[in-house]
DNA sequence: TCTGGGGTCCTAGGACCC
DNA sequence: TCTGGGGTCCTAGGACCC
């Protein structure tokens, strides 16, 4: 770096929420505020999200929450994960944002890159952005600016550090990163740093986001492969990247859970996720060609094992029941007998938009049975997700609801139960919140 | 008792072809 | 005796992200 470079304006802004998710919960319930609050994931299993007041009592995103010790879980508030309420108050986020900048790209449920270049004062902007998300959502958030994609990352993180536990942190939660003022940011904590290349380069001195900038870029690309070299040029503050208004057609859509207990026949567990997939799919107007299937053991009691199959479809497919026949057929090749699942998921993969499929002399899309699918969507669009279906997948995301009654046993074998779902307030009309 | 879910990209090595 | 080498495709595994 030369040691006369002009301090460069920013190009991009990152807006992240704070501990999204308790955020979340906590805007329309109040009791929750300034409590250690955790949201749990699938079958209230692992703690998700954490709220400062959590954090400080030492627990861990990723902790199982049984292991945490009684006297710990007494002084937390525990929820489920609520994916409907969180997407939809993550886009009423992102319109604010679209209405106060030229250019938003949507990245995560939690984070918006903005492009802030050019603009007068950027750093007042990204106040009132943050002011307006707080005041009209309710969801706290901090703001990092940079002239990279990654140094804005760095930004983000360096003002969530400063501001936190500060009420009314303001100013505190905007912070501008450049090449030079990153030294107070542990390497760990870089985008694109993760636990493994954090460990190497600690074993080669390299202890800040400072000290990645200053590795010869030559050693970097060597050692540690392209990413991670795009990554300490972002560092540096040169560009590598645009903002991606556009979101790139997905290459792979995948559905799998851990089930609630272990199980000897997954096949109406398997069935259920591709319906899912299937739907998710028919959604973004995709077509797969090829499927695969996987089942996992319990590695906590000593059976660690994993069997998939993959499958090629003669033609791109968006029908159902042609994905339920090839699920049911890779599933038989793969059970064995006196074998306990734990876990599975299916994958529709080498996915291409439904009118780029070539149809040719022998194989080409069913359209009667196509357009049945259509029709299928449009009621569970209308009725919710499993009104309607093919054959043994009924389903509700999320698995059961508190206090729903479950009807046969075989649901009960894989489907785990939430017993702490708070109500999608602002996606179902019966569950709207009630003012007393 | 109870251990998250859904993605992307890169690389190395093997198979195959000419 | 001499025993190529480069391109491409595919896959598995590793690393990362939220």
């Not at 049984?66 to 710990?72: A, G, H, N, T, W």
């Not at 993969?349 to 969507?377: C, I, S």
């Not at 074998?413 to 109500?423: D, I």
Request: hydrophobic letters at 40%; one cysteine or more; proline letters at 6%.
């Amino acid at each position: 770096m030369s040691e006369s470079a002009p301090i460069q304006p920013p190009r991009f802004g990152l807006i992240d929420a704070n501990a999204f998710y308790c955020s979340a919960e906590r805007v329309f319930d109040p009791s929750l505020r300034c409590k250690p609050t955790v949201v749990l994931g699938n079958g209230d299993g692992c703690c998700i999200a954490l709220s400062p007041e959590a954090k400080a009592l030492g627990l861990k995103i990723g902790t199982p929450i049984f292991q945490v010790p009684d006297e710990i879980r007494k002084q937390v508030q525990v929820r489920s994960a609520n994916f409907a309420l969180y997407g939809d108050i993550s886009a009423r986020i992102y319109e604010i944002l679209a209405a106060l900048f030229p250019q938003v790209e949507r990245y995560s449920i939690d984070e918006n890159f903005v492009d802030v270049e050019g603009l007068p004062d950027p750093v007042a902007l990204c106040l009132e952005a943050r002011e307006r998300i707080l005041r009209w959502v309710g969801i706290p958030c901090c703001v990092g600016l940079g002239s990279t994609r990654v140094l804005s990352k760095a930004g983000n993180k360096i003002a969530k550090t400063r501001s936190k536990r500060v009420v009314n942190a303001g100013a505190l939660a905007v912070f501008h990163a450049t090449p030079e003022n990153i030294d107070q940011l542990e390497v760990e904590d870089v985008w694109g740093v993760g636990r493994r290349f954090a460990e190497r380069l600690g074993r080669e001195g390299v202890r800040t986001a400072a000290d990645l900038a200053r590795l010869p870029a030559d050693h970097v690309r060597a050692r540690y492969g392209v990413v991670l070299a795009r990554t300490q040029t972002e560092l540096r503050g040169i560009p590598c990247g645009d903002l991606e208004l556009e979101e790139p057609d997905r290459k792979e859509i995948v559905v799998s859970r851990t089930f609630g207990r272990d199980v000897v026949d997954p096949m109406d567990a398997l069935a259920t996720f591709a319906t899912v997939a299937c739907e998710k799919m028919r959604g973004r107007d995709l077509t797969a060609g090829a499927l695969w299937v996987w089942l996992d053991g319990n590695p906590f009691k000593g059976q660690g094992f994993h069997v998939s199959r993959a499958v090629p479809f003669p033609f791109p497919t968006r029908d159902t029941g042609e994905v339920l026949r090839a699920v049911r057929f890779l599933a038989k090749a793969m059970m064995r007998k006196g074998h306990h699942y734990k876990r599975g998921g299916v994958g529709l993969t080498d996915l291409v938009r439904t009118d780029h499929r070539h149809a040719d002399l022998f194989f080409g899309p069913d359209e009667r049975k196509e357009r049945g699918m259509d029709v299928l969507d449009k009621i569970n669009a209308k009725y919710g997700r499993g009104t309607m279906g093919l054959g043994a997948s009924g389903w509700r995301v999320g698995g059961a609801q508190p206090g729903e009654r479950r009807v046969g046993s075989k649901d009960a074998q894989w489907r785990p139960t939430l017993k702490a779902l708070s109500p999608s307030y602002t996606t179902r009309w019966d569950q709207l919140l009630r003012v007393q």
